[in-house]
């Protein structure tokens, strides 16, 4: 009988587990695994350090410190350590990229990923995305613009990635909008690349692909952030050719 009961309890808190996960933010997900992994890795190392094994709890010491964005030897020439792991070689040093439509500004986060927004317009204006649930949220859609929209559906899909599933009155959840096709300005395809203007090709091509990555469909990215980076780049690109 206790383990019927173990069983079932083990059963409960996979179960809750894997909901917990499948409505997750993916950029708080995969930063909390990050996290989980390095105190999992460092406690290892502690422990191999106590047996005496130093050969081996170094570099998982080290490992872990990488994990959780901490190089330890980063001033005296391993600074590339922690970036193989995704912390200090690759920090954007809070850099962000800015979207803006009439009605909304967006902010993504180059480091994790993260998108926040705030009102421009309406009597809301000045408000944060994030002090509204997700009705109030889908109820300002009757009253934006295309692009707007747009915008407001890219934050949605990061912050609850199954909203599209719950819609009521539009089973494709919003996809399929036009949005508007005005010319980018370069002072926007600079802000939406996290760009200082005057920026090369180079830094160009690095802050495009950095953002592509995390914009990417398979990462719960957006496809229309995604077309408005590849225009930001298009953009700036022609800027410097001609």
Same mark, same amino acid.
């Given at each position: 009988?206790?383990?019927?009961?173990?069983?079932?309890?083990?059963?409960?808190?996979?179960?809750?587990?894997? $909901?917990?996960?499948?409505?997750?933010?993916? /950029?708080?997900?995969?930063? /909390? *695994?990050? *996290?989980? +992994?390095g105190i999992v890795t460092l406690a290892a190392a502690l422990f191999t350090g106590v047996k005496?094994?130093? /050969?081996? @709890?170094?570099?998982?010491?080290?490992?872990? @410190?990488?994990?959780?964005? !901490?190089?330890?030897?980063?001033?005296?020439?391993f600074g590339r350590l922690g970036g193989l792991? +995704?912390? @200090? +070689?690759?920090?954007?040093? %809070? #850099?962000?990229?800015?979207?803006?439509?009439?009605?909304? &500004?967006?902010?993504?986060?180059?480091?994790? %990923? /993260?998108?926040?927004?705030?009102l421009l317009a309406g009597p809301q204006a000045g408000r944060s995305l994030d002090e509204f649930d997700l009705p109030e949220l889908a109820a300002m859609m009757t009253g934006f613009d295309a692009e707007s929209c747009a915008l407001l559906e890219s934050?949605?899909?990061?912050?609850?990635?199954? !909203?599209? #599933?719950?819609?009521?009155?539009?089973?494709?959840?919003? $996809?399929?909008?036009?949005?508007?096709?005005?010319?980018?300005?370069? &002072? &926007? @395809?600079? #802000?939406?690349?996290?760009? #200082?203007?005057?920026a090369g090709p180079d830094e160009i091509g690095r802050a495009h692909r950095t953002l592509m990555k995390k914009l990417h469909p398979d990462q719960g990215g957006s496809t229309y952030l995604a077309a408005r980076v590849n225009a930001a780049k298009d953009t700036l690109l022609r800027t410097h050719r001609s």
């Open positions: 009988m206790p383990t019927l009961i173990a069983g079932v309890i083990a059963v409960f808190v996979l179960y809750t587990v894997l $909901q917990m996960v499948r409505s997750a933010n993916p /950029a708080v997900l995969a930063r /909390a *695994i990050k *996290i989980a +992994g005496g094994e130093l /050969a081996v @709890a170094i570099p998982l010491g080290l490992f872990g @410190a990488g994990l959780l964005g !901490w190089a330890p030897m980063g001033n005296a020439g792991f +995704g912390s @200090a +070689g690759r920090r954007s040093s %809070g #850099q962000s990229s800015r979207v803006r439509s009439s009605y909304l &500004e967006m902010t993504l986060d180059h480091e994790s %990923g /993260a998108i926040s927004g705030r934050y949605l899909d990061r912050r609850f990635p199954a !909203w599209r #599933q719950h819609a009521q009155g539009d089973p494709a959840g919003g $996809q399929g909008r036009q949005t508007s096709s005005g010319k980018m300005t370069t &002072e &926007e @395809a600079y #802000q939406i690349l996290g760009l #200082q203007p005057g």
